[in-house]
């Protein structure tokens, strides 16, 4: 029995339908429990994914950050100093009411006293200090203005903390971001293990933003507040030994100074001696000394061998 063979066009058109039904199943049950952040999956939910930072330029400014913000350099200074006064105590005291002058407080203050070597005991005191940045520069001189000599050692250190800074505040907004999600997520949750899981995600998150609000918060005090080291020597500390009027001190210093000069002298003859005169010395042996030593040599050995041929043609002696 013959069948009719079903049109190409009727074919078709049965393959398009299934195609369309198809993609509308796996269009059903492709989306996934998607609210707000919130992916459902088999083991509960799994949290939202973090924003992504804002990209960097070629000259190193964050794009998506406000430029004014960006043209505002976060610059840390800190200022030491180390000068001798004639009492260490009131001077500390002077600086730490120069600090409240200058808007700022004192970090730290230790006053001890100094053992030198003659057995004497004197004051010394280090004391730490922070100023309103745009002030430090006068409260460097108003330190220094309290030795009547020049410092024994300054130094004023610089440190740009810009990039740090802008990145810190990025991070931040975005967990602050990520934080207003989950804090969504867990108020919507019904499951128990869902707002479990959200709430230890929530707790990891509220963490990291008080790590970075107090690194945040150490950068803009810092930018702020410039920090100025003061150590104070008495000026007994610094004086030479004097035992009346001859300084034991200097003749010291001056008998070490010719123990230096006398070892440098010696040196510099043994490195004269073993890099120019040796050489001179092996080279003149080689070419003069040596020659003359193999020709007498030479001679000594010819005369040697003629006097013993000489003896063995002897004829023996005869006996009367």
Known sequence: MNRKRTPVGIMLIIILILASLLAAC????????????????EGGFSPPQPMEA??????????GVDSAQAAERIVIKDGNLEIVVADPAASMDRIS?????LGGFVVSANLYQQRLES??????????????????????ERIRSESDRLPLSESVKSQDVTSEYTDLQSRLRNLEATEKQLQEIMDEASRTEDVLSVYNQLVS???????IKGQIKYYEESADLSAITATLIA????????VGGWQPGGVA??????LINAAKGIA????????LVLPVLLLIFVIFILPVILIIRYIRRRRRNRTQALASNEPPATVG
């Open 26 to 41: 796996g269009a059903a049950q492709a989306p996934m429990a998607v609210d707000k952040g919130l992916v459902e999956s």
């Open 54 to 63: 804002p990209a960097v330029a070629s000259d190193g400014v964050y794009q």
């Open 97 to 101: 009411t120069l600090a409240e002058e």
């Open 119 to 140: 057995g004497i005991d004197v004051p010394r005191a280090t004391i730490t200090i922070r100023v309103l940045a745009e002030n430090m520069n006068q409260g460097m």
């Open 205 to 211: 998150v509220r963490e990291q933003i008080e790590v």
């Open 235 to 242: 000026n007994e500390a610094v004086q030479p030994l004097t």
């Open 253 to 258: 210093k001056q008998a070490i100074q010719a």
């Open 268 to 275: 510099t003859a043994a490195i004269w001696i073993i890099l």
